[in-house]
């Protein structure tokens, strides 16, 4: 089994670029997240769906940042425009999860990005 | 929401000695604790988790304790390693929710 893929692992871009990033999740989980990383600190959730569905983006700053999750499989992440302080690792992850547990939670490798 | 402390933000041990990090959370509901070692610029791995229901759980040289009244857990690592070295992230889990800590950098001297 694969895990969960993320692409790129690096990506540098000038502030004011657009940026997206893209998961894909373990086969068969429903739940998937993004996260935050910034250095030194723990992972801060951006938004989780449950298949297709948006459940909880509240920490999502949507004046710039978007995402989707067609068909409830693959996910991307999109930054427009994107700012020096949006420089940090972006983790995806994956489950198969219910209202009251969780199953096989994984993260991806991460997208590294630095705004310059 | 539920919060989640983590302690110490650094830990330097001995090679061969234990360490201990520990955690504490807010909310009642979360039922679900799993360990993170994160090792630099690679992904969070879970090392080790446990449930509401169970109070320990041993893997090797990892535990994990957990005391639901008192709201706290901790990871134990026995006869630490450099290998060891990382930084570790506890979380709580609650209604489909990852909570993080700040994570602890541990540094095992050989």
């Known amino acids: 089994e694969a895990g969960v893929v993320q692409s790129p692992r690096y990506k540098i871009i000038e502030k004011k670029q657009p940026v997206a990033f893209w998961c894909n999740p373990i086969?068969?989980?429903?739940?998937l997240y993004w996260y935050r990383q910034n250095l030194g600190q723990g992972p801060e959730l951006l938004i989780r769906?449950?298949?297709?569905?948006?459940?909880?983006d509240s920490q999502l700053p949507k004046d710039r940042f978007s995402a989707e999750r067609l068909k409830g499989v693959d996910s991307t992440l999109k930054i427009q425009p994107a700012e020096l302080g949006d420089s940090a690792v972006y983790l995806c992850?994956?489950?198969?999860?219910?209202?009251?547990?969780?199953?096989?939670?994984?993260f991806g490798s991460g997208t590294r990005l630095t705004v310059v | 929401g539920e919060n989640v402390e983590q302690h110490p933000s650094t830990l330097s041990v001995q090679e061969g000695d234990s360490a201990v990090i520990k955690c504490t959370y807010s909310?009642?509901?979360?039922?679900?604790f799993p360990w993170y070692k994160q090792e630099l610029g690679k992904r969070p791995q879970l090392i080790i988790d446990?449930?509401?229901?169970?109070g320990e759980k041993k893997d090797q040289r990892i535990a994990v304790t957990l005391n639901k009244t008192a709201k706290h857990f901790s990871l134990h690592i026995t006869e630490t390693q450099p290998e060891d070295s990382a930084v570790y992230f506890c979380?709580?889990?609650?209604?489909?929710?990852?909570?993080f800590g700040s994570g602890t950098k541990l540094n095992v001297k050989p």
């Open positions: 992850a994956s489950s198969l999860s219910g209202d009251r547990d969780n199953y096989g939670y994984t």
């Open positions: 086969s068969g989980h429903n739940t």
């Open positions: 769906y449950e298949n297709e569905e948006a459940v909880d």
């Open positions: 909310d009642s509901a979360s039922n679900y």
């Open positions: 446990i449930r509401s229901n169970v």
């Open positions: 979380a709580a889990f609650n209604f489909n929710k990852f909570y």
